[in-house]
């Protein structure tokens, strides 16, 4: 089965600038969390969206935004960016929200590199 | 106080080594304790998990969770250079919390 999917790999915008970030989970999977990944900060999770609405969101501006669509695709967007937004996005899927509790597993992509210039 | 605590290494040992990757936390409400490997250039991918304090073997890794000190650990036996990655302990409250990740290095 086709892991998480996200597109693109590889993205360099500069200041001032959108951006937008695609994942594609899991077949069968309706939980999709985000993250950004920067060596200073670590892991920090962004939000999550569970059958097309967000459920839990971390502290971050309201630069950063997301949605889910019905074949639970999820996009987020980043709006008039800054040189602090440079970061690997990662997305992850599962088949419930904070599935650790049940034993289920999220499963995370490969990442998008954003570099804002 | 970050709420996970993790020391970023790099940590080198030779091959075959016992390694002891750890992190600390400051939330008792944690209650599920979670490791994932991260190879460069890859997403992370869920190693082992544990709920509340014990010990969890699976191969060569074993988890242990001491929550009366809020310390949790991951062993790795007889170290390969395949192991070499960037580890994770990550917690789970309402969302995930993870630790910053301690880069390791398995020498031949």
């Known amino acids: 089965k086709a892991g998480v999917t996200q597109t693109p790999r590889y993205l360099i915008k500069t200041r001032g600038q959108q951006v937008t970030l695609s994942c594609s989970p899991i077949s069968g999977h309706r939980s999709v969390s985000w993250y950004q990944q920067t060596p200073g900060q670590g892991l920090q999770f962004l939000f999550e969206y569970f059958s097309e609405t967000q459920r839990n969101k971390g502290n971050f501006p309201g630069r950063f935004s997301g949605r889910q669509f019905s074949n639970s695709r999820s996009e987020m967007n980043v709006s008039t960016l800054e040189l602090g937004d440079s970061a690997l996005y990662l997305c992850?899927?599962?088949?419930?929200?904070?599935?650790?509790?049940?034993?289920?597993?999220?499963?995370f992509g490969p990442g998008t590199r954003l570099t804002v210039l | 106080q970050k709420e996970v605590e993790q020391d970023p290494g790099p940590l080198s040992v030779p091959e075959g080594a016992i390694v002891s990757l750890n992190c600390t936390y400051s939330?008792?409400?944690?209650?599920?304790f979670m490791w994932y490997r991260q190879y460069s250039r890859k997403g992370p991918e869920l190693l082992m998990y544990?709920?509340?304090?014990g010990n969890k073997e699976d191969g060569r890794f074993t988890a242990q969770v001491d929550k009366s000190s809020k310390y949790i650990s991951l062993f790795i036996r007889d170290s390969q250079p395949s192991d070499s990655a960037t580890y994770l302990c990550?917690?789970?409250?309402?969302?995930?919390?993870f630790g910053k990740g301690t880069r390791l290095h398995i020498l031949p």
């Open positions: 939330n008792s409400a944690f209650q599920y």
């Open positions: 990550a917690m789970l409250d309402d969302k995930i919390i």
């Open positions: 992850a899927s599962s088949l419930i929200p904070n599935p650790g509790p049940l034993g289920d597993t999220q499963y």
């Open positions: 544990t709920y509340s304090s």
